[in-house]
């Protein structure tokens, strides 16, 4: 066709501007959901590995009746039961090559806000964890009793050195602050691990045992030292990464699901829109056509019409879901994504391919949905498109 397709693209777009801007406002709003939600998965991801590498633990030995739910409490900061006799503790730190420590990992209150208090061996904790002082001195013995707290148990309950914590009706003064680690770390109490198993009364039992090893190569072999000495389930890091990240993707794809419906309604609107311009401008199609167009061009302008929508669309969606995900970000993972992660401040994410991967769904979307109109244009007989 003689013409500038694009030039005649653009004018059509515009000449009922409410409608365009009501229309481009419904696929910006989609997309902007859309990156919002991918981004802050995104985020959670990158937080997730953080975290593992944080814990600098290669084996974690539990007792063979948990559940994987159990294991992966370990990694998202849960209290876990005492489940474990500590003489296992004992018989796996003698095997060779393994560096161990094992946790009793309890669930307290502390003005009346929930709190995680974990038994520990004070100088193999230390040692184990490279934990760093923030204020205070750290433990003396392994019966002192005095609590070690993380930094955002410091900063949350605004606690000093010497002020009392009550654990249990018992007092215990603060000796140290944690520097801060950005990990579970942050977020418990630190008792001797003697002491805590006597306020809970549990006994000499303890909850899980954290190992490295010192040669990753010869982990099997490692796993199978332990099994030899103890009736435990012995899982490694990269197991357990794994399950939190099968969870935390059966999520991402709900979340992002339900970003897709606003999507969907998007692109029922462009539909409608389509719909109506063709009507509007039968007459302008039967004159295109008498002069020469044909149905394939009149199919390719609505077809393209439909796709500018969505590039439109997609780049209002992400520089309108950049900041959503920056500011509501916080709120998002104080509410539900800090129920899998303790301690963790997720950042929404961003990278180049996730952007245009985006904009590129949007026009996809947008031009399947303009799909139906632009056949249904490319249909009309000149003698139809005028005298209608």
């Not at 859309?34 to 802050?40: E, G, K, T, V």
């Not at 104080?334 to 026009?363: C, R, V, Y």
């Not at 947008?366 to 244009?377: C, D, E, L, Q, T």
């Amino acid at each position: 066709m003689g013409m500038n397709t694009f030039k005649l693209v653009s004018r059509n777009l515009l000449r009922r501007k409410g409608r365009f801007l009501f229309t481009l406002l419904g696929i910006s709003i989609g997309m902007a959901s859309f990156i919002a939600l991918l981004s802050l998965g995104g985020g959670m991801q990158t937080e997730i590995n953080r975290q593992a590498a944080a814990m600098g633990t290669d084996l974690i030995i539990t007792p063979r009746n948990w559940c994987a739910y159990d294991q992966i409490s370990i990694f998202t900061g849960e209290a876990l039961p005492e489940s474990m006799q500590e003489d296992v503790y004992d018989k796996v730190a003698v095997i060779e090559g393994i560096t161990a420590i094992p946790y009793l990992t309890q669930s307290s209150g502390l003005r009346n806000s929930p709190v995680m208090v974990i038994g520990v061996l004070p100088r193999e904790t230390l040692d184990y964890k490279g934990w760093q002082i923030s204020e205070g001195a750290y433990f003396n013995s392994q019966d002192e009793r005095v609590a070690v707290v993380g930094s955002s148990i410091a900063s949350q309950f605004d606690l000093a050195l010497d002020d009392v914590l009550t654990i249990r009706g018992e007092k215990f003064p603060v000796k140290a602050i944690l520097v801060e680690t950005r990990s579970n770390d942050d977020v418990a109490i630190y008792l001797p691990l003697s002491v805590a198993q006597e306020i809970f009364d549990v006994g000499s039992y303890i909850s899980y045992i954290a190992a490295k090893v010192d040669d990753l190569t010869q982990t099997e072999s490692y796993i199978a030292a332990i099994m030899d000495v103890a009736n435990v389930a012995v899982s490694t890091d990269t197991q357990l990464l794994n399950s939190v990240m099968a969870i935390l993707g059966s999520v991402n794809v709900t979340l992002q699901m339900i970003a897709g419906v606003a999507l969907v309604a998007a692109a029922f609107g462009i539909i409608n829109t389509m719909m109506t311009a063709i009507h509007e401008r039968r007459r302008e199609i039967g004159i295109m056509r008498a002069i020469g167009g044909k149905s394939r061009d009149i199919f390719r302008i609505f077809l393209l019409e439909s796709g500018l929508y969505g590039l439109l669309g997609g780049v209002v969606g992400v520089i309108a879901g950049i900041p959503v995900s920056l500011f509501a970000g916080p709120l998002i993972s104080q509410s539900s994504f800090n129920a899998l992660l303790k301690g963790a401040t997720p950042e929404a994410s961003f990278d180049a391919p996730m952007i245009i991967t985006a904009i590129l769904f949007s026009i996809v979307i947008s031009v399947a949905a303009g799909v139906y109109p632009a056949w249904k244009a490319a249909r009309l007989t000149p003698v139809e498109a005028i005298c209608s």
